[in-house]
């Protein structure tokens, strides 16, 4: 109640006042009425400044006399140099971008008892309605204000780097005269080489990717009196609102961080190795553009043989399995000016995070180590012999492919016959029982490019940790049963049991088993033994009647000796 009182007061007082003001009576000083006051003000008119505004110039009737607005530009001038009116050269001090003031001269401090011209009388007194729009000074040099800095900031920008950075570009008093945005895309440019105007080619040094910054300068940094198009008017403050997203150097070559070196590191990558690595792949600024990942599979490929961008073929040289690494390509290592797909735009700078799964070189063989051998390791395993082991098997990364010891019992294979891939044949040769074994088997001796649907991926390197079990000799190459001593002269009549004349299959058969168990003869082993029988006696059986007669006996033993018979 009583704050609104006072209130009435004040502006009874104020009608008073401006009553007993009135025109005619002449005003001896300036007066200044703030009709808009912006929030923020970061600098205000001093002597010495220069100024653009727009002003409406009007007689105290209201008639206008003159006025920026009809000539479609500002009024450019210096504050303070005489260069205007006394009163106005008053009037502009302390005044903000944006700020407006209808200010009252009196024509001592206008144009007095002369007037000018035909548009000033004598002895008029001037009112000017003010909107101020700039303001600099020839002392003036690059504002820069940073508002966002990264935490991290390795690299920041030097003369004669290249850049990609997203702008706003306004006015000092905020009108929009350009935006990387609205061509959605990056500015990309050389900085400190001429090849921008001079206060953005100081403006943008230092800065690092991810720094966003404000960078303000006075119109002799930028376009000058001459403006540019129809956008920048002659004698501009600019102001630059600035994303940095992308920096290289075109002197650069790759970067590269360290990120996990794994000890021991037995074997390093080199040129014409084969490799499966996963990556993340993202832009200076963070932005993703591909990961292996989103495709469930390593990335494949043979290094320093020019099948990927040269900055990978380098930056892939000298890795351990299992290592991590950080490479960062400039663009003329990468996809360039042009840039590919929809992901990379031109003159990016890539960053790839790199995890080594495997690598090996197509010459490779088996790489056997003997980790535990028993004191008396003989015999060994050779070609042909029924050898029993337990395995532990792992891809290099250490993921678990398969092992004997799930199932509770050995894997038993006949050496030398390819049931088993060729890198494990070698690795498992020359072993004695109770002999332990790491290989490392690569993918052209393992499962090859295919890998085996859901357990090796292809071109993979695979691991086996094996133990000799047991081991049983085999026959001679090509034998599938042998005498252990003298083959009895009777043979056909021993076999022949109730002496028809006749070998049946079941007197056959009865009579090998016995041989094989009294130890005069063994079959191979590994493999089934009714089967090795049947297949001998078939191929006694020359008419394959179901019998041996004494002449089908006889005809067999006189040709020279195959591998299937007796
Ligand atoms: C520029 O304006 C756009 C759209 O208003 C905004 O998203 C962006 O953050 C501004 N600043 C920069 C540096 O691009
Ligand atoms: C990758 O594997 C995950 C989980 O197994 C699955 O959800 C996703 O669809 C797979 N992506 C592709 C591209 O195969
Ligand atoms: C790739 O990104 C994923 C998810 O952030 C992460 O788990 C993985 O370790 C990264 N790989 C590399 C090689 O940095
Ligand atoms: C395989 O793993 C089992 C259990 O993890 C272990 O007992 C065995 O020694 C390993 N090596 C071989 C050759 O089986
Ligand atoms: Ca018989
Ligand atoms: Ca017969």
Redesign the pocket.
């Known amino acids: 109640m009583r704050q609104s009182l006072l209130g009435m007061i004040c502006l009874a007082l104020l009608i008073t006042f401006v009553a007993c003001n009135a025109p005619p009576v002449p005003l001896d000083d300036i007066v200044v009425e703030k009709t808009f006051v912006p929030e923020q003000c970061d600098r205000v008119v001093k002597s010495g400044d220069f100024v653009r505004y727009h002003y409406n110039g009007m007689f105290p009737d209201g008639k206008k006399f003159d006025s920026s607005y009809d000539r479609g530009s500002t009024y450019n001038v210096y504050v303070g140099k005489r260069q205007l009116i006394e009163g106005m050269d008053k009037a502009l001090l302390g005044m903000c971008v944006n700020e407006r003031r209808l200010i009252k001269i009196p024509p001592a401090l206008a144009y007095g008892k002369d007037g000018y011209g035909d548009i000033i009388p004598p002895d008029a007194i001037l009112h000017f309605d003010v909107l101020l729009l700039d303001i600099w000074n020839p002392e003036d040099t690059v504002q820069i204000r940073t508002y966002h800095r990264p935490e991290k900031c390795d690299r920041t920008v030097q003369v004669s780097d290249f850049i990609r950075y ?3 570009g306004t006015l000092l008093d905020g009108t929009l005269f350009d ?3 609205t061509r959605m895309r990056t500015y990309d440019t050389y900085v400190g080489i001429g090849w921008l105007i001079a206060g953005m080619d100081q403006g943008l040094l230092g800065m690092c990717v991810g720094e ?1 910054r404000i960078i303000t300068l006075p119109p002799f940094l930028g376009y000058g009196e001459n403006g540019d198009g129809s956008d920048i008017p002659s004698q501009a403050s600019l102001v630059f ?3 940095l997203l992308d920096l290289h150097n075109p002197k650069d070559s790759i970067t590269v961080e360290e990120q996990l070196v794994p000890d021991p590191c037995p074997r390093k990558s080199q040129v014409g190795d084969f490799m499966r690595y996963h990556y993340n792949g993202t832009l200076l600024d963070g932005t993703p553009f591909d990961s292996s990942y989103s495709r469930n599979r390593t990335y494949d490929t043979y290094i320093g043989k020019g099948y990927v961008i040269a900055g990978m073929d380098e930056g892939l040289l000298s890795l351990c399995v299992g290592q991590r690494r950080r490479v960062i390509i400039p663009p003329h290592l990468a996809y360039g000016e042009e840039g590919t797909g929809t992901e990379i735009p031109g003159s990016a700078v890539l960053v790839f995070d790199i995890h080594v799964i495997d690598f090996h070189n197509p010459s490779d063989t088996v790489q056997i180590n003997s980790y535990f051998k028993p004191d008396n390791c003989n015999p060994v395993s050779k070609k042909g012999d029924f050898v029993k082991y337990h395995y532990n098997a792992t891809l290099m990364d250490g993921t678990h492919i398969g092992s004997t010891h799930t199932y509770g019992k050995t894997y038993d294979i006949v050496l030398g016959v390819g049931q088993v891939v060729p890198g494990m044949e070698m690795g498992l040769k020359d072993m004695c029982v109770g002999e332990k074994r790491t290989l490392i088997i690569p993918p052209h001796l393992g499962y090859g490019e295919r890998g085996v649907d859901g357990e090796v991926p292809g071109s993979a390197v695979l691991v086996f940790d094996v133990e000799m079990v047991d081991m049983e000799e085999g026959l001679p190459e090509g034998y599938m049963f042998i005498w252990n001593g003298e083959v009895s002269p009777n043979l056909f009549n021993e076999m022949d049991k109730n002496k028809d004349n006749l070998v049946e299959p079941s007197e056959f058969t009865d009579y090998i088993a016995r041989q094989v168990n009294e130890g005069k003869g063994r079959l191979a082993p590994g493999f089934d033994a009714h089967r090795i029988i049947e297949n001998m006696f078939s191929n006694q059986d020359r008419n394959s009647d179901g019998k041996i007669t004494r002449d089908e006996f006889k005809l067999k033993a006189d040709e020279t000796p195959s591998h299937d018979e007796l």
């Open positions: 997203h702008y706003n935006s990387s945005h966003k609102d600035v994303v």
